[in-house]
């Protein structure tokens, strides 16, 4: 996939965690746990986003990033 795909990946898992949130938000435990497991593949897709970028800054520079 390229990075504009993860990309659109990530926001897609945001979009569809807004409902439970809401509802966790409001006290309601079964959507928090939903939100919670959503947010994990959230955090997933964004570190897929993260490493992509970089890959595309190192492919155009041909240097590594400090400290990465």
Known sequence: MSVLEDYEELKRLVIEA?????????????AGTRARK?????????????IKLLEGR??????EPAGE
């Open 18 to 30: 807004d409902d439970d949130v809401r509802k966790a938000a409001g006290g309601n435990k079964a």
């Open 38 to 50: 959503k947010m994990q593949e959230v955090k997933a897709a964004a570190q897929g986003v993260r």
């Open 58 to 63: 190192q492919d155009t520079d041909g240097t």
